[in-house]
């Protein structure tokens, strides 16, 4: 049987070109961190900001702390994997596997699992902060979920592992079987957003994310100094988001309040804890840097 695939090299002479031309390569088509956003998994990335970059709206994203930590610890939390499954080999893909049947469908995989009876699978290495040790106490955030059924949608291989470091010392391991009724629902899904609204040019309706602020920027970047007439659509939101916008300053006063009151409470102390919650107030040097309040029931 043919493979369901076929690999494309990224060619360049320095790591720099390598990047850039598979940045543009990015845009015309879907990969496996877009799956989540698009089926509205990824909390920090809308179907808006998705659809925005193919298009070419958004902006190059520079590398931050997180991206640069994440890129060095990934061989490393490989290695841990290869330690741990010495039945198995671990093995790096040197370009982007690419679909078929849907030729803007295509993966770019941390590494591939060769089994012990020959057969492939897929490693998806994620770094994690401690702060978010909670989304990964039962299994992987969903959007990680999508991402790794993405690409066996692609490779078609029937398992995939995700190793992921929290906190800098907290390995954990998941599991992810193939899955062929949600694999047809992500393909169909995907190929909806990239003929319907990636190459109409059409947008996708808004969600709510905080990050469609930023894209509707690199959309619509400047304006043209006429105000276009409203109707009473426009009316009932500038309604409703002038009172919420009361309520928020009066929330933020009442938040403030109770903050302070609690901080009188702790004092010189580290924090408060009851049966039912525990308040900590964390303080750096000479900065504030506010309460954090865990609920325990």
Do not use: C
């Not at 990047?19 to 990969?31: D, L, P, S, T, V």
């Not at 909670?134 to 790794?148: E, F, I, K, L």
């Not at 193939?178 to 992500?186: C, G, M, Q, V």
């Amino acid at each position: 049987m043919p493979r369901p695939y076929t690999i494309v090299r990224v060619q360049g002479s320095t790591s720099e070109q390598i990047n850039a031309r598979w940045r543009e390569m990015r845009k015309h088509g879907i990969g496996g961190s877009d799956a989540g956003a698009i089926l509205g998994l990824n909390p920090w990335k809308s179907p808006l900001s998705v659809w925005s970059d193919k298009l070419g709206y958004a902006d190059e994203v520079p590398e931050n702390a997180y991206m640069e930590w994440g890129n060095r610890l990934e061989p490393l939390v490989a290695d841990k994997f290869a330690d741990e499954h010495p039945d198995k080999k671990v093995r790096r893909v040197n370009g982007t596997f690419v679909s078929r049947s849907n030729l803007w469908q295509f993966a770019n995989i941390d590494r591939k699992v060769i089994e012990p009876d020959g057969t492939h699978s897929v490693l998806e290495i994620k770094t994690a902060s401690a702060y978010s040790s909670d989304r990964w106490r039962d299994a992987p955030p969903a959007s990680y979920v999508a991402q790794v059924t993405h690409y066996m949608a692609v490779t078609g291989w029937k398992r995939a592992y995700i190793a992921a470091l929290i906190g800098g010392n907290d390995y954990r391991e998941y599991v992810i079987e193939r899955n062929d009724d949600d694999i047809d629902f992500l393909n169909e899904r995907e190929a909806e957003f990239w003929n319907d609204f990636v190459l109409t040019r059409t947008m996708p309706a808004l969600v709510g994310q905080p990050d469609e602020a930023a894209a509707l920027h690199g959309i619509y970047p400047d304006g043209d100094g006429e105000l276009v007439p409203g109707n009473a659509i426009t009316d009932e939101i500038a309604a409703k988001l002038i009172a919420r916008k009361r309520r928020r300053k009066e929330l933020e006063a009442d938040i403030k309040a109770d903050e302070n009151m609690l901080k009188t409470y702790i004092g010189e102390a580290d924090g408060i804890m009851t049966d039912s919650y525990r308040v900590k107030w964390v303080r750096t040097g000479d900065r504030d840097r506010g309460l954090r309040i865990k609920e325990l029931n």
